[in-house]
């Protein structure tokens, strides 16, 4: 059965510092590997999503994620932190196959220091 | 592109008593989703549908929530009758098919006192 971890429950980091979130995952074969951010009421964004072919994916906002598949992991990461990113963050895996499901870790809520 | 619409924003009832919510997915979208995302935990899939039929509804608790997609567009989830564990946020989602980007609502707030 697919999951996902996200061992990171609260991150906090000064502005302009990097960043690094992790994710780990349990699926039989290649995922479909996604980010989401979520602020505070609302809906989830995503940031990035990984299907195939390079496993260094980038995001909107700066973020980028690699894709390790001997360590079972797609962390998520940006090189410079702005307090606009201070957010909870998902990582999720998808099915394939018909369904489409997706699977989400329970989050990491970043808060970011000036 | 209009995103995914979902009402109430907020909704406060008592044990017991039913509650609606509705969603209109982005046009165009053939697959709708609903989530329950309980305070500190990531969205769980309820129920999924294709066009107005259900794909996967395996974690759906079917004895009080019910959903339907009659006309294969906007969707409405039931709660009847309401728990105290069933406060969460109720997230809608659409895409257009496997493998591609889910677009979330802003989803509904359930407080059940």
């Known amino acids: 059965a697919q999951s996902v971890t996200q061992p990171d429950i609260h991150i906090t980091v000064s502005e302009g510092a990097s960043l690094e979130l992790r994710c780990n995952y349990s699926y039989g074969a290649t995922p479909y590997l996604f980010w989401y951010v979520q602020s505070p009421g609302q809906g989830l964004q995503l940031l990035l999503k990984?299907?195939?072919?390079?496993?260094l994916v980038q995001g909107i906002k700066g973020f980028e994620a690699e894709f390790k598949r001997s360590q079972s992991s797609f962390n998520l990461r940006k090189p410079s932190v702005h307090w606009s990113d201070a957010a909870e963050y998902f990582c999720a895996v998808g099915a394939r196959g018909a369904t489409n499901k997706l699977i989400f870790g329970t989050g990491t809520l970043l808060a970011v220091q000036p | 592109e209009a995103g995914v619409a979902q009402s109430p924003r907020y909704k406060i009832i008592e044990k017991r008593q039913s509650v609606a919510f509705w969603c209109n997915p982005i046009s165009g979208h053939a697959t709708l989703y609903w989530y329950q995302q309980i305070l500190g935990q990531g969205p769980k899939l309820l129920i999924q549908f294709q066009n107005n039929g259900v794909v996967d509804d395996s974690q759906l608790p079917k004895d009080r929530f019910s959903a339907e997609r009659l006309k294969g567009v906007d969707s409405t989830l039931k709660i009847q009758p309401a728990k105290l564990e069933d406060s969460a946020v109720y997230l809608c989602?659409?895409?257009?098919?496997?493998?591609?980007?889910?677009?979330f609502g802003p989803g509904t707030r359930l407080t059940v006192l």
């Open positions: 989602a659409s895409s257009t098919g496997e493998g591609n980007e889910q677009f």
């Open positions: 990984y299907f195939s072919g390079d496993t």
